[in-house]
């Protein structure tokens, strides 16, 4: 199955792997946990850094205090 979606915090929960698309060019592929854990592309990171975890207010990657 194929399950397309601009949005990552379901996708992570949904998909086995993600691709990673801009402007239709394949940037980064790969295991769900591998992507969110240890994002490969600067354009992945970035995508990453607006997810809000409802941790506080705590972004991707940031510790909520």
């Given amino acids: 199955m194929v399950f397309i979606t601009h949005d990552l915090k379901v996708a992570r929960f949904m998909c086995d792997r993600i691709a990673i698309l801009y402007h239709g060019k394949l940037l980064e ?6 992507i969110f854990a ?3 592309h600067e354009y992945t990171k ?3 850094s607006t997810l809000d975890y409802g941790l ?3 972004k991707f990657g940031e510790r909520a205090v």
């Avoid at 592929?29 to 591998?34: K, M, Q, S, V, Y």
């Fill in 29 to 34: 592929i790969g295991p769900t946990a591998r």
């Fill in 38 to 40: 240890a994002p490969g």
């Fill in 46 to 48: 970035a995508l990453l």
């Fill in 56 to 58: 506080g207010g705590a």
